[in-house]
Structure formats: C-alpha cells, structure tokens
C-alpha cells in the first residue's frame, strides 16, 4: 500500500516514478484521479450520482514506453502497490478501476503506430492508441482493421486485448482474438516478453491467447500486432421482419449453418425491436422481431451471397424491410450509444452478455429473461443477438429499471443480484459469463462457479506465478486481494 | 449558477465517452480530465457540492479547455460541453475564484477595447483583431484583394471585441467590449463588416444578439467576401505544387457556425483540398475555440502545434491553409509550420 500523501514517503516513491517516466508523467492532480475514478460500469456511476466518493488511484502515471511500464512495474513491486491498467476507461465491468488506489496506469500515450506491413497486410502499434485513431492510419493507407465496435471512438486497442472484445463486423472478420497475430507483454514483475511472431504454429501452448481477456492482472499488453485487410469493393445489407423472435433466431442460424460468410448478422427481440429499433430509426410501423444482415467483398460475391441469404429468409413468414431497412441499421449502427439514446441514471441498467451454441441460446435467453421477469418484475429486459459464429451466437441482453433505489448501497445489492441470477441461468444452459466485455470487478465472484475447480488449479496459480505480488489489478477478474 | 442552464449537457457527458478521440487537449495530456466526460463528472460534481467549484481540480481543468467544439459536432444529439465548459468559466469568475493569471489578462483585455475607424467612408468595413494585426500579410492580402474586386473599405482596429473576455468567464466585460465596438461600428456608417478572425466572426454572428447588442451591418468572414467576389476577380490558376495544399478546418467556422466558404472559396481558385491527418473529422485544433490559450498556458498550445505537426505528411514542405489568423500565429511560432490564410492563397493568384 502506498504512504498518505502527507507522509514523506509518498514523495519519494513518486520521485522514483517521476525518474522512471518524466516529472509531466506523474499526475496527482485532483481532476485526473477524480476522473478516473469513474469509468463505464454502472455502480461508480450510480456512486458518483448519488454524491458518495469513488475509490481514487495515489498517483496516474503515463508511461510512454514499454520499458518505462516494466520500470513503473518494478517499482511497484518494491513497495507492494496496485497498479491498474487503464486504457480508454470504457470498460463496462469496473475492470480499470483503482479499486484499492496506488498507481493508475493510464496507457495512451504508448500510441506510436510502429508500422504498417503491406505485404504481410499487418500493422503493430502501441495499445494505448484509441482505436478510431489506428482504423483512420489504417484507412489512410488504403485498408482496416475490421475492427469496429461502438466504442471504437473511446476504447483502446489494449482495452480490447483484456477484454476480448468484438466489432459489428465480428461475423465474418472475427473477435480481436482473432486479428491479433502477436503480443509485446510487459509482465507484473517488469520484464519484457514477446509472444511468437506468428498466431497459428505448433510450437507449444499459445502464450498470446493467454494474455488476451486477462484484463491486466497478468501484465500490461504493450504493443500489438493485428491484421489488417484491403477495404471491400462493397459492403450491402437487408433486413428483415420476423412474427416471432424464435424464428428469427432459426433464420439467423440456418444463414450460419449455411456457411455463408455474413459480416454482420444482428436480430432483435420483439422488446428490443419494439423500443429502441423503432425509436432509434424512427420506424412506426414495425413489430415482431428485427433481423439484419449484411456481406461485404467483391461486389459480384456480395450479389451472389445476398441472393442466397434471401432465398433462406423466404421460408419464413417475414416482412422484407429491403436493402434500405438494412442500410439504415448500418448508418446509425452507434447511435444507440449517444445519449439520450443510450440508458440513463435515474435508470439502473447492464448488459447481460452472454454466449452459446445454436443448441442451447435460445433456452439460455429465455431462462435469463425468465429470472429476470419473474425475480425482478418492476424490470424490462431486452435482448439482441450481435455476433454470430458457425456453432452459435452471442447474446447482448439487457436489464433496466426505470429507476433505482435511491441508497446507492440498496441499488447496489439489488444490482448485484439480477447479475447473480441472470448468469447463473446463463450458465446453467450451457452460457458463459461473458462475451466480450470481460469480467472486471462486476463478475468476478462468478469465475469459480463458471470455471469450476480450473479456476483454483490453473487460473488462480497461474496469475501467483506470474503476479507473486498480487499488485496488478487486485480485486479484479475474481483473484481477490 | 450558470452551469445548471447546460444541465442537459452535464448530465449526457459526465457518463459519455464518445466523443473523446476528438478532444484535442485530452490527446496531449492524456488526462481523462481534459476530455469532455472528465469536465462533465467534475462540474456535475460541483453541482451537488458548490463549494467545489473553487476547488484547483476545477479551475484548471475548465481554463486548460480547448474549446473547439469538435464534440458537440461529432456528437449525434449536439450536446454543447463548449456551452457548460463556457458557464462554468462565468461561474468562477463571478465566485471570484478565476485564477491570478486569468484575471489580470482579462483586465488587459477590457483595457484594450477601444476601437478606432480609418480610411475613407464605404460601406464595408474591415476588422483588424490582434492575431491579424500582429501578421500583417493577412491584411496586406485582404487589401490586394479588395482592390481587384473595387470594394473600398474602411478599416477598424482595436483590442478584444468581447469575444475573448466572454471565453475567460468575464460576461459584463464581454458586453462592454462588445458594445464599443458595436458602437464604433454604427459611427462608422458601414453596412458590412468583414473580419479575418473566426473568434471576431462568431463574437459578431452569435455573441453580440446573446449579450443584446443588436449589430446593423451584414457580417461576413473573408471568406465568405472572398467567396462572393470570385467571379469578378482575374485570377491565375495555380500551377504545379503549390496547387495542392491542406486545409485545416476553423473551430469558429466549422464547429460553431457550419460555414463552408473556406473549402469553397479555395476549391473555386483551383486549389486542390488534400486531407490533413488521417481524416476530416478528426480535431487538430490547436486551441482556436479558447481565443487566448497562448497567453494562458503556452506550453499546452505546444502540444497542440506539435500534435498538428506530428499529423502532417511532411512538415518541412506541406503548405497548411487555415482560415484563422489565430492558427497560423500558433503553428508558425510554436511548430515552425508554413501556414497561409485564405486571404493569402486567394492574393497569391491576383
Ligand atoms: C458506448 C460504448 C460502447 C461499447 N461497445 C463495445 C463493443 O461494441 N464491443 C466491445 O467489445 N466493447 C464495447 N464496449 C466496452 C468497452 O469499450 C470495451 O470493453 C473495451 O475493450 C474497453 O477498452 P478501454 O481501452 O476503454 O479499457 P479500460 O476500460 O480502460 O480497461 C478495461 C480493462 O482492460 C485492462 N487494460 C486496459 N488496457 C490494458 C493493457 N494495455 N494491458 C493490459 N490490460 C489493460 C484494464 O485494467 C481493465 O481491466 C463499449 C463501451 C462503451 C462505453
Ligand atoms: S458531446 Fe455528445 S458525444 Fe460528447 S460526451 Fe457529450 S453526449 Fe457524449
């Protein structure tokens, strides 16, 4: 733990920081740590609404190098402080934190675009680049990333990395898991290590799959390298009415099944589509449940795969919403986000975020909106379905209460129990914690239930190896303190 | 307290990330203060605990504020954080609880707001401000052009029209300022007054009918005079590299009050627009929006220049063209950039 302030002790440790990465690197100022005391998960929001103080980190450092992280690293391990990766703060899951104070290691300024491979099509930067700035240096010399999430203006690359995260684009171009070729990984003991060159090998264990969703408490990912792909001659989308949610989700997987390549697929329920659809795209007319889709490549393969996805929604009882419906869902595919769109305080609000097979997501959707219905009836619950894989598909649910209770420790507890009931269902049919938020401060008490005795076994000796200190990240991702 | 009438805006931003990409101080400081969240969560901090307001953590991050407004134009709802970041600044003012620094440029400025009219009378006027004074090229342009296109103009010059009084938080030495313009203005008996400043342009367009003034001339930027002259003026088609040069978007004239003359003006000569940085929307501000950041805290606008150079394909050889005065002083003296204003591209063909 670090010295109060008013010790002197505080001082020198911050002079060794200071040393390590620039007197203008070390900030104690009172902004910074106040807003970094609140990042996008719900309770610190609620905390600071209701007037009560946020935990603050002692000290926020930006380092600008890796080696200037493995120094930050070092000296925290001397003096046993917590040191909390903090990349674009966006993280949902109270995951970048200072739970318990000591340093803030905010990681933008390692944003140095190193290179941009044209024959390999591949471009390593540093992690703290937000990630709408390396798409617009990837767009500028002709290509993308195909990474685009809604967050893409407020994320991280290296907050993407911890958390696994995921773009609308995930369907045909993959998770960030799936684009990244190789990690730089400044470990919780400073050094510095790679991982291999390349992703796919038979040369032991992939060390990078283990970096990835460990969401900084196995070390700070420092540099990356990611795929990168020419931009395609065309990208076109349709959408598509459903009577029911059930057999838009038949729809959604048989287009799967199909082996079609989709970039895109995502279907709303009827709760969903009747709210935030309608309003969003300022649609009247629509009911039921909304489904969109979309391919993009050459524009003649793109023709063919549009004209066989429709052949598959024409078995179905549906409403063509056209090439037009469809479009509109792309243009304003992040308004969601903007307020007064997104959910608000007084709200109380999450996202359930959940994965499973063809097999078990519709009994895992309707289990969770089951215990959520039933437990706590004064809530809505929402459910869309955003990232499809050829075995399955993610579900991005959501519970609201139009008004939580005003003790912020009340709103908490009841907070916490619709998590604990929705992903115990989830889990319970064949779901998962999470798909790709993460896990942070909000679900890790969950790890163990979902992981069973691996968790002790494997994660849990795993991060004492690699962390003999617990200094990273404490209190996150279910290690504890 | 004046915070509360942007309400909407604090509470939508204090839990908002998304429009950070484009805060142009928040990208050199990397402090989550200095984004439009970070200032929203303080002032909604302030607004349940007033006697935060005075506190260090909110003085310097509202004055260290680029306010370029390139949020509230990205922004799909158009929250003004610009608007909240604005009341906060009067609200410490009026808490006297503005800075040391702050208040003594302030003084200065309200000193300096005594104008004065020359030439002979005309209808249209041309406003001198202190960063087109100081680079008198602009105005030597702007004449050259005036002659070519026959408009004979008066000039008026003086200190601060109010415009970066209001930006300070001093709102009653804003109007005073403003009025003894406005009243200059009215004596001088022009019907149309142009200014080569974005800060002037915006002052006259939206502050003056905010604070009361109400202004009888029609007020144009130079490039939007320079705009509506083209088709009389003989001009070269520029030629060969030079032709090709990068415009730097204005946060007056884009963010503020969506004028689009400067492309138009330039692109009607033959100027071949390239894009600057990686994209258009992308904020290279260097502090236009907050008028007197130079004075205020130099090393910032450092960063800002340095961050615009670091963006330019080659910034020994690119020309940048800006539409404010204020923006070439900047580049030029803090990154060593080669900057033009319309007015010199447009005179440069005369
Ligand atoms: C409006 C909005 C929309 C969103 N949409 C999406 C979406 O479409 N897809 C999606 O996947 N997510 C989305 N998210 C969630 C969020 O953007 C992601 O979880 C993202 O990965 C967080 O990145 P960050 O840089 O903000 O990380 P932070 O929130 O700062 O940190 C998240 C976690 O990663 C750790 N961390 C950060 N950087 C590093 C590093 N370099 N090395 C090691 N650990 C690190 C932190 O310690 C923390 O545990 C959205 C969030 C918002 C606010
Ligand atoms: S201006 Fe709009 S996008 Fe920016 S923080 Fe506020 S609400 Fe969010």
């Known amino acids: ?481 | 307290m004046h915070i509360q009438k942007f309400e909407d805006a604090m509470k939508a931003c204090r839990f908002c990330f998304m429009c950070r990409h484009l805060s142009a101080v928040g990208n050199v400081t990397f402090s989550e203060s200095d984004t439009p969240r970070g200032r929203a969560l303080l002032l909604d901090k302030v607004s349940m605990n007033p006697e935060f307001l005075r506190s260090e953590a909110v003085v310097s991050t509202m004055y260290q504020s680029d306010l370029s407004a390139c949020c509230r134009f990205h922004c799909v709802s158009h929250y003004d954080e610009n608007g909240l970041v604005l009341a906060a600044r009067r609200d410490i003012v009026e808490a006297g609880a503005a800075p040391e620094n702050v208040g003594k440029l302030a003084a200065e400025l309200g000193k300096s707001a005594a104008f004065k009219v020359s030439g002979k009378k005309a209808d249209t006027i041309y406003f001198i401000d202190r960063y087109t004074a100081r680079q008198p090229e602009i105005s030597g342009a702007f004449d050259k052009i005036a002659k070519a296109a026959k408009v004979p103009y008066m000039t008026i010059t003086g200190g601060c029209l109010g415009k970066a009084l209001k930006t300070l938080g001093f709102e009653n030495e804003a109007k005073k300022a403003a009025s003894a313009f406005a009243k200059a203005l009215a004596a001088s008996g022009a019907k149309v007054v142009v200014v080569s400043n974005p800060a002037a342009y915006d002052a006259l367009k939206n502050d003056c009918p905010a604070l009361g003034i109400k202004l009888k001339c029609k007020v144009m930027h130079t490039s939007e005079f320079i705009a509506g002259k083209l088709a009389g003026l003989k001009l070269r088609k520029p030629a060969g590299k030079a032709s090709a040069v990068y415009y730097l978007e204005s946060d007056f004239l884009r963010n503020y009050n969506e004028v689009a003359a400067p492309r138009e003006a330039l692109t009607r000569c033959g100027f071949k627009l390239l894009p600057f940085g990686t994209n258009n929307e992308e904020s290279y501000s260097a502090g236009e929006g907050a008028c007197v950041l130079p004075e205020l805290n130099p090393g910032l606008v450092k960063l800002l220049a340095e961050k615009v150079a670091s963006r330019c394909d080659d910034a020994k050889k690119d020309t940048l063209v800006t539409a404010s005065p204020y923006t070439k002083h900047v580049l030029t003296k803090y990154a060593g950039l080669k900057v033009k204003t319309i007015e010199e591209m447009v005179s440069s063909l005369l």
């Not at chain 1, 100022?29 to 996008?40: G, I």
Request: charged share 25%; with cysteine; proline share 5%.
């Open chain 1, 1 to 481: 733990m670090l010295p109060s302030t008013s010790n002197y002790m505080f001082e020198m440790i911050r002079s060794e920081l200071t040393d390590a990465v620039g007197k203008e690197y070390v900030d104690v100022r009172e902004a910074d740590r106040f807003a970094h005391s609140v990042d996008y998960y719900w309770i610190p929001e609620m905390w600071h609404d209701r007037n009560m103080p946020n935990p603050q980190a002692d000290l926020i450092v930006h380092p600008g190098t890796a080696e200037e992280v493995s120094k930050v690293m070092k000296i925290a391990n001397t003096y046993k402080i917590p040191v909390v990766p903090w990349g674009g703060g966006s993280g949902s899951q109270g995951g970048a934190l200072p739970v318990l104070g000591g340093i803030l290691l905010d990681t933008k300024r390692l944003n140095r675009v190193w290179k941009i491979d044209t024959t390999a099509l591949t471009v390593t930067a540093g992690t703290g680049i937000i990630m709408r700035h390396l798409e617009w240096e990837v767009n500028k010399a002709g290509y993308s990333t195909m990474h685009l999430p809604a967050s893409i203006a407020c994320a991280t690359v290296g907050g993407f990395l911890a958390h696994r995260g995921t773009g609308v684009l995930s369907t045909k171009w993959g998770k960030i898991e799936d684009m990244v070729m190789s990690l730089e990984v400044v470990l919780p003991t400073g050094e510095i290590i790679n991982t291999l060159p390349i992703p796919r090998h038979a040369s032991g264990p992939d060390l990078t799959m283990m970096f990835l969703g460990s969401e900084g408490t196995l070390g700070v990912i420092t540099k990356v390298t990611l795929k990168i792909h020419p931009q395609p001659e065309a990208r076109k989308f349709r959408a598509y009415l459903f009577k029911t949610f059930d057999d838009a989700m038949d729809a959604g997987a048989s287009l799967m099944r199909s082996r079609l390549r989709p970039c895109a697929i995502r279907l709303y329920d009827e709760e969903e589509t009747r709210h935030h659809v309608k309003r969003v795209f300022g649609l009247d007319d629509i009911s039921g449940s909304y489904l969109v889709f979309g391919f993009d490549g050459y524009e003649k393969i793109v023709d063919l795969e549009m004209e066989e996805a429709m052949k598959i929604m024409r078995k179905y009882d549906v409403r063509d919403l056209g090439s037009k419906g469809g479009d509109m869902w792309w243009e304003n595919k992040y308004k969601f986000f903007y307020p007064p769109y997104m959910f608000h305080m007084p709200q109380a609000f999450g996202t359930l975020d959940t994965v499973a097979t063809f097999s078990d997501i519709k009994n895992v959707y309707h289990a969770m909106k089951k215990v959520v219905n039933e437990n706590f009836p004064e809530a809505r619950f929402i459910g869309h379905f955003s990232h499809w894989y050829e075995w399955g598909c993610m579900l991005y649910a959501r519970f609201i209460f139009e008004k939580a209770p005003a003790d912020p420790r009340e709103a908490a507890a009841l907070y916490n129990r619709v998590w604990d009931l929705a992903i115990r269902a989830a889990i319970a049919n064949g779901g998962v914690i999470n798909e790709h938020h993460g896990v942070g401060l909000k679900l890790g008490r969950l790890m163990k239930e979902l992981y069973g005795p691996a968790k002790e076994l494997v994660l849990d000796k795993l991060k004492k190896e690699l962390d003999p200190n617990n200094i990273m990240n404490p209190g996150k991702m279910g290690f504890g303190f």
